[in-house]
Nanobody, 124 residues
């Protein structure tokens, strides 16, 4: 099992940047693919980004491609989401998720473990 704790959310102006972190418990973090999802009020939880367990491959939703960067440090049991050029439509609760796999899952149904979420609010 793995437990996930997100941090780094907050209020930022449009065009600004934030870096989210997701710290994982356990000694097998490097065996898990990690994903980021977000959920705005009244909306479905949507995929944002994913990274393989080695960090060698990433995948992004079209809405964030070129603005967000997903990375991980397996020595620190942490995955990061660097968010640049933020827009008001990026406002949501952001969740990290984990799945024990060699692949690169991109749907919420693929993930077994979830953090509690961190709020990101972008003011226009």
């Amino acid at each position: 099992q793995v437990q996930l704790v997100e941090s780094g959310g907050g209020l930022v102006q449009a065009g600004g940047s934030l870096r989210l972190s997701c710290a994982a418990s356990g000694r097998t973090f490097s065996s898990y693919a990690m994903g980021w999802f977000r959920q705005a009020p009244g909306q479905e939880r949507e995929f944002v980004a994913a990274i393989t367990r080695s960090g060698g491959s990433t995948y992004y939703a079209d809405s964030v491609k070129g603005r967000f960067t997903n990375s991980r440090d397996n020595a620190k049991n942490t995955v990061y989401l660097q968010m640049n050029s933020l827009k008001s439509e990026d406002t949501a609760v952001y969740y990290c998720a984990a799945r024990l796999t060699t692949g690169l899952p991109t749907t919420r149904w693929d993930y077994n473990y979830w953090g509690q979420g961190t709020q990101v609010t972008v003011s226009s």
